[in-house]
């Protein structure tokens, strides 16, 4: 069955520093949808990535897929307390309509 | 804000009560979602309808019993839950995402916070 893991699991940082979290699948990726949630909330779609070596960005969050498309990297430039919060990637399950989602890599910044 | 509307935001029940979960959106999506989310845990899927037909139940206990009613609500009736229930369910829509059409992100709700007495 299609499982995605995340690194690191918690992430401490300054404000101002960059950052990157990691998501490996155990299977070819069809896409690849990064999402963060603030404690207790909904989930918030940030990216969506579907190419061998796609990478986006929105703002100071970037997001990349390698050539293989079996690993993705969401990369925070000059983070700000705002971009604290959990951040899981999600991709397509075995069966397509169901949608899984990696373990998560909380956030938080130090302001 | 959300385009996917959840109510309640939160709600206490006994294990004895029945009561219900909504979930709408207006996005003319023709996919909806149940997940259930513990704490530091990533949301699990419960059930998905496409077009408006359960297309997938993840071996969820018969007490948790959904409805489509049409294609923009949900519905998650709940009857004789346990404690072990009490978590974060979470509502979301999509572009179907039959095999034909993965690539559709799926928008949530900010969720129904329940506890189970």
């Known amino acids: 069955s299609q499982e995605l893991e995340q690194s690191p699991q918690s992430l401490i940082v300054q404000e101002g520093k960059n950052l990157t979290i990691n998501c490996t699948s155990s299977k070819t990726l069809y896409g690849l949808y990064w999402y963060k949630q603030k404690y207790g909330e909904g989930l918030i779609f940030l990216m969506m990535l579907q190419k061998g070596g796609e990478e986006k960005s929105h703002e100071k969050i970037t997001a990349k897929l390698d050539e293989k498309k079996q690993q993705s990297s969401l990369h925070i430039t000059a983070s700000q307390p705002s971009h604290a919060g959990i951040y899981l990637c999600g991709a397509d399950g075995d069966y397509g309509q169901n949608f899984v989602f990696g373990p998560g890599t909380r956030l938080s910044v130090l302001p | 804000d959300t385009e996917v509307t959840q109510t309640p935001k939160h709600l206490v029940m006994g294990m004895t009560n029945k009561k219900s979960l909504k979930c709408e959106q207006h996005?003319?999506?023709?996919?909806m979602y149940w997940y259930k989310q513990k704490a530091k845990k990533p949301p699990e899927l419960m059930f998905v309808?496409?077009?408006?037909?359960?297309?997938i139940n993840e071996s969820v206990p018969s007490r948790f019993s959904p409805e489509c009613p049409n294609s923009s609500l949900l519905n998650l009736h709940l009857h004789a839950l346990q404690p072990e229930d009490s978590a974060l369910y979470l509502c979301?829509?999509?572009?179907?995402?039959?095999?034909?059409?993965?690539?559709?992100?799926?928008?949530f709700g900010n969720g129904t916070r329940l506890t189970v007495t």
């Open positions: 979301a829509s999509s572009q179907d995402r039959g095999r034909s059409s993965y690539n559709s992100p799926l928008h």
């Open positions: 996005m003319g999506h023709r996919a």
């Open positions: 309808y496409s077009y408006e037909k359960l297309s």
